[in-house]
């Protein structure tokens, strides 16, 4: 068992949670309730050392209060506590009639920022079945191995399931399942797409197994305030990068970048309009406020550091338009906005951040 793994299991034994066996094809294990076994929530392995002891400290007074936990108290009373426990409101007015929820942010023009590549883009350009340089082909990989959305990655369909499973058992509403349905059958669809690109380039990686490795998408999802602010965040950076992929130098990637950019702020506004029902009860936006210390600094984080040595490369061969702290400040700007307007106070932008 790996030492972050222990550490996963230590923390939540503390509060009265038991960490089952992992999820389909591993990587993410079931968090179920040492009172009575009720499913609460999901974690994956690839935390970073010490952060789930860091996040348990700041969120065990939630379980005391309620906002956190199995619906029969366990937690509460472990940690200390004995008030009813909080259930996500079930008036976030959406459901499957509202997709796709791209629709609404395009309606009134480009809702992102563009990002214009330079020479790079000018002076390559590749399709497939094309010779290509080393470098070239060695970033090209390493970018659709961080994307993960591929049908040939078992690890991208592990992931999928935890987000079918925590949809069933903690979804507010039949409409909000549905919700979840649609999304999952888009990202179907992505992978697919990106599947095809992939075999397009090398049939052996199109296969390859490649686990999510940025702590993100390890955070433990323990409530529909957790799941909501997950979307929120980590499909919007998709969003994001998929903008830049517009002009890449790769025409596979020109080809389903717009698709793929619109269907991501979909899923992102699906995360958003949750976070709406939820902020209308009051114990749901303070819930809401305490997690985003957890979310904030791990989407920020998503882009890298601002100094990685590979970020010139990518532009150089016109993979990307710009280097991680200029898309990385775009998108805080986007965010911000949109957290403002739930009546959020944002947190500080360093706080807790692991990768500057």
Same mark, same amino acid.
């Given at each position: 068992?790996?030492?972050?793994? %222990? ?47 860091? /996040? ?5 007074? /939630? ?20 008030? !009813? ?47 290509? !340089? ?44 549905? *919700? ?5 059958? %888009? ?9 095809? /690109? ?110 990685? !040595? ?35 106070? *944002? ?10």
């Amino acid at each position: 068992m790996s030492q972050v793994l %222990e550490e996963i299991r230590e923390a939540y034994r503390s509060v009265g949670i038991r960490l089952a066996d992992s999820a389909a094809y591993g990587t993410y294990y079931t968090l179920r309730c040492a009172g009575c076994d009720r499913y609460v929530g999901v974690v994956g392995d690839r935390l970073l050392p010490g952060l789930m002891a860091a /996040l348990m400290e700041a969120q065990r007074g /939630l379980y005391a209060e309620g906002l956190l936990g199995c619906r029969c108290g366990h937690q509460a009373v472990a940690t200390g506590g004995s008030p !009813p426990p909080w259930q996500a409101p079930a008036h976030e007015r959406i459901g499957p009639e509202d997709w796709p929820l791209w629709r609404e942010p395009y309606a009134h023009g480009d809702p992102l920022p563009a990002f214009p590549h330079g020479d790079g883009a000018g002076r390559h350009r590749f399709n497939e079945g094309d010779a290509l !340089p080393e470098e070239y082909r060695s970033l090209l990989l390493k970018m659709l191995a961080h994307e993960g959305e591929r049908a040939g990655n078992k690890s991208f369909w592990g992931f999928m399931s935890t987000c079918a499973d925590l949809a069933e058992a903690l979804a507010p509403s039949d409409g909000a399942k549905g *919700v979840k349905a649609e999304y999952l059958a %888009e990202e179907m669809k992505h992978a697919i797409l990106f599947h095809r /690109l992939a075999a397009g380039l090398d049939p052996t990686f199109a296969l390859k197994d490649v686990p999510y490795t940025h702590y993100a998408f390890h955070l433990p999802r323990e409530s529909w305030a957790d799941d909501a602010l997950f979307h929120f965040f980590v499909d919007l950076n998709g969003a994001f990068h998929s903008r830049d992929w517009r002009e890449s130098s790769y025409v596979p990637l020109t080809k389903i970048a717009a698709t793929v950019e619109r269907d991501e702020l979909g899923h992102s506004e699906m995360g958003y309009r949750f976070l709406v029902g939820i902020c209308r009860d009051a114990r749901g936006k303070a819930l809401a406020q305490h997690l985003l210390e957890k979310w904030y600094p791990a989407a920020l984080d998503m882009f890298g550091r601002s100094d990685s !040595p590979n970020a010139p490369k990518f532009i150089q061969w016109g993979l990307k338009g710009v280097g991680n702290a200029e898309i990385r400040q775009a998108y805080k700007q986007y965010a911000d906005r949109k957290i403002e307007a739930l009546g959020l106070r *944002v947190p500080e932008e360093r706080k807790n951040r692991r990768f500057l």
